[in-house]
């Protein structure tokens, strides 16, 4: 594990000759008060921080070393710190500040989202109306038009993944479980070409499985995984936020399979026509036949929507 960033802090100390020295030293966990738990995930818990000297608040995701190993999740731990890496510069992505570890655990230092998760505000307002699904739904899309360019595929969004900073505008979290392609801006040097099927085979072999609610089809018919899996996820999100609930669910985790695959869900009366378009474009069984971030972007849903950089300085709307 090779720790990222640098962040220093100073620190008076007393030489042997009784001299005050300033010592610049790599920041640790006493750097830090930990304060309530945040989140907690299968290997993994999430605290909410103060970094003792400045004051500033930070999410501390704490990784214990030895449960790493004993669950074998080793990869995952890898797969999250590289595509945080890759993932720095856009406004809708958790950032990662530095890491930092000591001999039991690892830490991420990450942004702080004190709105919580989307899902928790939907919950409170019941459903959203256009305008804030436009607003939620344009904010998303601009991240995942972002990941995907940096060659990241996040595989599990969902409402509890989509969190909210404190000028409620959209913080995409956890990806520890996503699929990571080469990376755009330094490819990996040309391979052996027989070797490039290898990879492909791979990839068809991957056991992990999104959320249920959220799984595309492709995932649960034949393991294939790409960017348009990230849009059918978009599809759902759309449909919960205007509905209140996601298009597909059932009493078990087969039932809901079963639904997704079969493209078994309905629209109830009133919603919006255009939405609706938009949807039944995303929610479409064939990857090669979903509407791609560009076509998303395009629709006539997102008519007048600003999107880049303007649509992060634009205020959140009142949610109702
Ligand atoms: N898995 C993570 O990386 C992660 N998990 N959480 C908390 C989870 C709670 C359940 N739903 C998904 C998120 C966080 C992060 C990133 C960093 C992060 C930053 N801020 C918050 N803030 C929260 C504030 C109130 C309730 C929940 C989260 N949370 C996180």
């Known amino acids: 594990w090779k720790d990222r960033g640098a962040a220093v802090s100073l620190r008076r100390e007393v030489d042997a000759e009784g001299r005050t020295i300033i010592k610049s030293v790599k920041k640790g966990v006493r750097d830090f008060s930990f304060g309530r738990i945040l989140g907690e995930g299968s290997y993994s818990t999430v605290f909410l921080a103060t970094d003792r000297q400045t004051l500033r608040e930070y999410a501390i995701k704490v990784l214990e070393k030895k449960h790493i190993i004993k669950e074998n999740k080793i990869k995952y731990v890898n797969i999250e710190r590289d595509t945080l890496n890759r993932l720095t510069e856009h406004p809708g992505i958790v950032r990662l500040y530095y890491t930092f570890q000591d001999e039991t655990s690892l830490y991420y230092v990450l942004d702080l989202c004190t709105g919580g998760e989307l899902l928790g505000v939907l919950k409170k307002t019941g459903s959203f109306d256009v305008e804030c699904t436009r607003f939620y739904g344009a904010q998303i899309l ?78 649960l018919t034949d393991k294939a995984v790409g960017k348009p899996s990230d849009l059918w996820a978009f599809g759902c999100i759309i449909y919960q936020l205007l509905v209140g609930r996601p298009p597909f669910k059932a009493p078990t985790e087969y039932l809901t399979f079963q639904k997704i695959v079969s493209l078994e869900y309905e629209f109830p009366p009133g919603f919006p026509p255009a939405a609706r378009d938009l949807v039944e474009r995303c929610l479409v069984l064939d990857p090669a036949r979903r509407l791609t971030v560009e076509h998303i972007r395009n629709h006539e849903f997102f008519d007048g929507q600003q999107f880049g950089p303007e649509l992060w300085r634009t205020k959140a709307p009142r949610l109702r």
């Open 142 to 219: 601009d991240a995942i038009a972002y990941m995907h360019s940096r060659g990241v595929i996040h595989r599990d969004l969902k409402p509890e993944n989509v969190l909210l900073d404190d000028q409620m505008h959209v913080k995409i979290t956890d990806f520890g479980t996503a699929k990571l392609l080469p990376d755009p801006r330094n490819p990996p040097p040309p391979e052996d070409p027989m070797r490039q099927n290898g990879s492909r085979h791979d990839e068809r072999n991957a056991s992990f499985v999104g959320t249920a609610e959220y799984v595309s089809p492709e995932l």
